[in-house]
């Protein structure tokens, strides 16, 4: 029975010692392969930039030969404007008119209430904390969660 289990442990101190072996063997191969592969890429992605740019070189310099007709655009006259640049200045005050500024006039600025200054408004109101979660369409657990954190502060 001894000898049997010597044999078993042998084997496996065998096994043990050439998987640490191969191991090691890998951690000190020199990873080349990597190191090229990821070179290469580097190259490829630069590459593509560099021809992206030129891209975008020549079609600006194309546009800046040919400008486009810009939209038009509602346009506000102002009286006073500040211009910093004196050959702007000189030329409006050539004109006589006052130079006019594109502005966008459709801005919309819409503001949402967030769930817990509804919760907390809706409770300083008296309403429960059920009749809250009903009217704001979220949990009862929310709702008390909320207003226990306000509470402590």
């Known amino acids: 029975m001894i000898s049997f289990l010597l ?6 101190h065998i096994v043990s010692l050439t998987a640490i072996y191969a191991m090691y063997k890998q951690l000190t191969a020199p990873k080349t392969d990597d190191t090229k592969d990821v070179i290469q890429l580097m190259e ?3 590459e593509e930039i560099k021809l992206e740019n030129e891209r975008l070189q020549e079609e600006l310099s194309q546009s800046m030969n040919h400008p486009q007709p810009v939209p038009n655009r509602p346009n506000i006259k102002v009286a006073n404007p500040q211009i910093s640049n004196t050959k702007e200045q000189s030329t409006a005050h050539e004109t006589d008119e006052p130079p ?8 919309q600025d819409d503001m949402e209430v967030s769930l817990q200054s509804q919760i907390l408004k809706l409770h300083h109101e008296g309403l ?3 009749e809250i979660a009903r009217k704001l369409g979220c949990g009862k657990t929310e709702v008390d969660l909320i207003l226990k954190f306000h509470e402590k502060k």
Do not use: R
């Not at 006019?100 to 801005?107: C, E, G, K, R, S």
């Open 7 to 12: 044999t078993i442990s042998f084997l496996l």
């Open 44 to 46: 490829a992605y630069l």
């Open 100 to 107: 006019v500024l594109p502005i966008d006039i459709d801005i």
């Open 128 to 130: 429960s904390p059920d």
